[in-house]
């Protein structure tokens, strides 16, 4: 089943309340606690140079380009005004001269990532996390650096940052000082990762641990928010957002999920505002959609159709290819736990070669085979139309794939997630 790529992060309120800002050094308005190294002046013969000649003290404004500590401190300083550049030269100089220690990687890694100079920063968590892979709170900004900020987003990406949030929990909670505030952090990153890999009904019980942890935390309520939409609790998931919008007006992603929910009531122009307002304040995140008539999208997918192997189509030959604007709820709740709403495209029945009457007791319960494609979902799933076009002929191959019994491990690994 294909699955649209909404965001699902929130970026909800300020401070403790904000969504996980990924790799923020230690002491910054990240929340992250500072990790533990031997660090202090260190004295060399000359000045730190890379591979290349490059003299990285020239980057960074401290008086002894001699002393890590001081360099470490200006990072911090110049990571939270937002000085990314010069955090960046001053990450170098304290990696030249103390290669060992995991604060001087962490502040890399943030000032990389801020950077969005995506690859250096997956290599220098992957280092910080190598010399400490113990630590809560390098285990913590990794994987928010992995769930919430690097780019292109990929189903392997997430799940190394859920490995790392579920690893960093393990260790705060076994500390003797169990510190509340960053539990809540690594077990809200568990659940926004399981949220990204369709796993709700495992990320709502990590997203209400997040709440007993930390109460007033307006980026749980999104999250909750979410995996309570993708179960179908529209309700309470309207519920959820609705707290998220009081205290964060300025939430596009709540006012999105909001759109979501009251298009599916019926509520067209209430639907609209919500959808625009998102648009107005995340433009990147939520572009306009790529709606076509109801006869034009017809037209290409039936344009679609025709492009399928003669074999192909012929198995099709009995088998209806519709276009429904949104699921309906009686499909999405056919499986436990249901599709998420944001379905491309349905495939109803056994697979071929599969007779009913051999599955006992299935014969009445199973529905008649039949591929649905979702018009509204498929629009917001795009940015243009060679997107769209590309997008309907990929969700149809994937719901032929489960027509033919291909299950959706391994319809990925044909590349028609």
């Given at each position: 089943?294909?699955?649209?790529?909404?965001?699902?992060?929130?970026?909800?309120?300020?401070?403790?309340?904000?969504?996980?800002?990924?790799?923020?050094?230690?002491?910054?308005?990240?929340?992250?606690?500072?990790?533990?190294?031997?660090?202090?002046?260190?004295?060399?013969?000359?000045?730190?140079?890379?591979?290349?000649?490059?003299?990285?003290?020239?980057?960074?404004?401290?008086?002894?380009?001699?002393?890590?500590?001081?360099?470490?401190?200006?990072?911090?300083?110049?990571?939270?005004?937002?000085?990314?550049?010069?955090?960046?030269?001053?990450?170098?100089?304290?990696?030249?001269?103390?290669?060992?220690?995991?604060?001087?990687?962490?502040?890399?890694?943030?000032?990389?990532?801020?950077?969005?100079?995506?690859?250096?920063?997956?290599?220098?968590?992957?280092?910080?996390?190598?010399?400490?892979?113990?630590?809560?709170?390098?285990?913590?900004?990794?994987?928010?650096?992995?769930?919430?900020?690097?780019?292109?987003?990929?189903?392997?990406?997430?799940?190394?940052?859920?490995?790392?949030?579920?690893?960093?929990?393990?260790?705060?909670?076994?500390?003797?000082?169990?510190?509340?505030?960053?539990?809540?952090?690594?077990?809200?990153?568990?659940?926004?990762?399981?949220?990204?890999?369709g796993r709700s009904d495992e990320a709502l019980p990590r997203v209400d641990d997040t709440l007993r942890l930390a109460p007033s935390s307006i980026a749980a309520r999104y999250e909750r928010g979410v995996s309570k939409f993708n179960l179908c609790r529209?309700?309470?998931?309207?519920?959820?957002?609705?707290?998220?919008?009081?205290?964060?007006?300025?939430d596009p992603y709540a006012h999105f999920h909001i759109g979501l929910i009251f298009e599916r009531n019926g509520r067209g122009p209430d639907a609209e505002a919500h959808f625009e307002r998102a648009r107005k304040l995340a433009p990147d995140d939520f572009p306009a959609p790529v709606l076509l008539t109801e006869a034009a999208f017809r037209a290409e997918l039936d344009e679609a159709?025709?492009?399928?192997?003669?074999?192909?189509?012929?198995?099709?030959?009995?088998?209806?290819?519709?276009?429904?604007?949104?699921?309906?709820?009686?499909?999405?709740?056919?499986?436990?736990?249901?599709?998420?709403?944001?379905?491309?495209?349905?495939?109803?029945?056994?697979?071929?070669?599969?007779?009913?009457?051999?599955?006992?007791?299935?014969?009445?319960?199973?529905?008649?085979?039949?591929?649905?494609?979702?018009?509204?979902?498929?629009?917001?799933?795009?940015?243009?139309?060679?997107?769209?076009?590309?997008?309907?002929?990929?969700?149809?191959?994937?719901?032929?794939?489960?027509?033919?019994?291909?299950?959706?491990?391994?319809?990925?690994?044909?590349?028609?997630?």
């Amino acid at each position: 089943m294909a699955v649209a790529g909404c965001k699902s992060k929130s970026t909800a309120g300020s401070g403790d309340d904000a969504a996980p800002v990924a790799a923020g050094p230690a002491g910054t308005a990240s929340g992250m606690e500072p990790t533990p190294v031997g660090r202090g002046a260190v004295e060399t013969e000359t000045m730190p140079r890379d591979d290349h000649g490059h003299d990285h003290a020239a980057d960074c404004p401290i008086d002894d380009p001699r002393n890590a500590d001081a360099a470490l401190d200006e990072a911090a300083h110049r990571y939270d005004r937002g000085q990314f550049e010069v955090a960046l030269g001053c990450t170098e100089l304290a990696v030249d001269l103390i290669p060992q220690a995991v604060e001087a990687h962490h502040l890399h890694a943030a000032a990389l990532a801020a950077l969005e100079r995506y690859p250096e920063a997956q290599t220098a968590f992957t280092m910080a996390v190598a010399l400490d892979p113990d630590d809560p709170e390098t285990l913590a900004a990794a994987a928010d650096f992995y769930v919430n900020v690097s780019a292109p987003k990929s189903r392997d990406l997430t799940m190394l940052g859920l490995e790392y949030a579920r690893r960093g929990s393990d260790k705060a909670s076994t500390r003797r000082r169990r510190d509340r505030e960053l539990r809540a952090r690594l077990s809200l990153l568990e659940a926004q990762a399981l949220n990204d890999l369709g796993r709700s009904d495992e990320a709502l019980p990590r997203v209400d641990d997040t709440l007993r942890l930390a109460p007033s935390s307006i980026a749980a309520r999104y999250e909750r928010g979410v995996s309570k939409f993708n179960l179908c609790r529209f309700d309470a998931a309207y519920t959820e957002f609705a707290t998220v919008l009081a205290a964060a007006p300025d939430d596009p992603y709540a006012h999105f999920h909001i759109g979501l929910i009251f298009e599916r009531n019926g509520r067209g122009p209430d639907a609209e505002a919500h959808f625009e307002r998102a648009r107005k304040l995340a433009p990147d995140d939520f572009p306009a959609p790529v709606l076509l008539t109801e006869a034009a999208f017809r037209a290409e997918l039936d344009e679609a159709v025709a492009e399928l192997p003669d074999d192909v189509r012929a198995m099709l030959g009995e088998v209806p290819v519709t276009v429904r604007d949104l699921p309906e709820l009686d499909d999405l709740a056919a499986v436990d736990p249901p599709f998420a709403p944001t379905i491309l495209g349905l495939y109803r029945g056994l697979p071929i070669g599969v007779d009913a009457a051999a599955k006992a007791g299935a014969a009445a319960d199973v529905p008649p085979r039949a591929i649905v494609l979702y018009r509204l979902n498929l629009a917001r799933a795009v940015r243009t139309r060679d997107e769209l076009d590309q997008q309907i002929r990929k969700t149809l191959l994937h719901e032929i794939g489960h027509l033919k019994g291909l299950d959706e491990g391994q319809l990925r690994r044909r590349g028609l997630e």
